[in-house]
T-cell receptor
Framework: EAGVTQSPTHLIKTRGQQATLRCSPI?????VYWYQQALGLGLQFLLW???????NRGNFPPRFSGRQFPNYSSELNVNALELEDSALYLC????????????FGPGTRLTVL | EDQVTQSPEALRLQEGESSSLNCSYT??????LFWYRQDPGKGPEFLFT???AGEEKEKERLKATLTKKESFLHITAPKPEDSATYLC??????????FGKGITLSVRP
């Protein structure tokens, strides 16, 4: 069974640009989560989508946004990129948004120059 | 706010030298405690989920245990391929997964 997939693997942008990251969950999973992992800071929760709706949001500015499509895949958009947005962005999926185990994808490495 | 503290930050072991990794947590209404393994530049790999105090789970050389305030990941006779960062996370009443900063384990042959 295929795991969580993410694209692209690497993304290089310049300050002020916009970045779009994509995630496909494990088949049968309806919840998708986004996390940011910057050097030395650990995984920080960004967004949770379930059944097409945003269910929860971490402590990040509004320029971090996303959506979930009818096939449960998801997109994370980061507008007005700043240097400190450089990080590994991880997507996870689960059956529901409660205490179900989250399974992670390989991540997208975003570098902002 | 839910909090997870992992210790030590880094651990160096000789192959075959057993040890334990600690995860202390404070959470409102624990719904689950999770252990993941992460290799450099990759996504976390799921290891265990524990739901209530007293629960234990095992997988190969790893054993996870849970009390009301902390969890331990015991590594028995580790091998160099066990070298990785081990992450602990909790989900509480807000259904949000909160991670600790991780413990970097190095196992020397």
């Amino acid at each position: 069974e295929a795991g969580v997939t993410q694209s692209p693997t690497h993304l290089i942008k310049t300050r002020g640009q916009q970045a779009t990251l994509r995630c496909s969950p494990i088949s049968g999973h309806t919840s998708v989560y986004w996390y940011q992992q910057a050097l030395g800071l650990g995984l920080q929760f960004l967004l949770w989508y379930d059944e097409g709706e945003e269910r929860n949001r971490g402590n990040f500015p509004p320029r971090f946004s996303g959506r979930q499509f009818p096939n449960y895949s998801s997109e994370l958009n980061v507008n007005a990129l700043e240097l400190e947005d450089s990080a590994l962005y991880l997507c996870a999926s689960s059956f529901t948004g409660r205490a179900d185990t989250q399974y992670f994808g390989p991540g997208t490495r975003l570098t902002v120059l | 706010e839910d909090q997870v503290t992992q210790s030590p930050e880094a651990l160096r072991l000789q192959e075959g030298e057993s040890s334990s990794l600690n995860c202390s947590y404070t959470v409102s209404g624990l719904r689950g405690l999770f252990w993941y393994r992460q290799d450099p530049g990759k996504g976390p790999e799921f290891l265990f989920t524990l739901y209530s105090a007293g629960e234990e789970k095992e997988k190969e050389r790893l054993k996870a245990t849970l009390t009301k305030k902390e969890s331990f990941l015991h590594i028995t006779a580790p091998k160099p391929e066990d070298s990785a960062t081990y992450l602990c996370a909790v989900t509480g009443a807000n259904s949000k997964l909160t991670f600790g900063k991780g413990i970097t384990l190095s196992v020397r042959p």
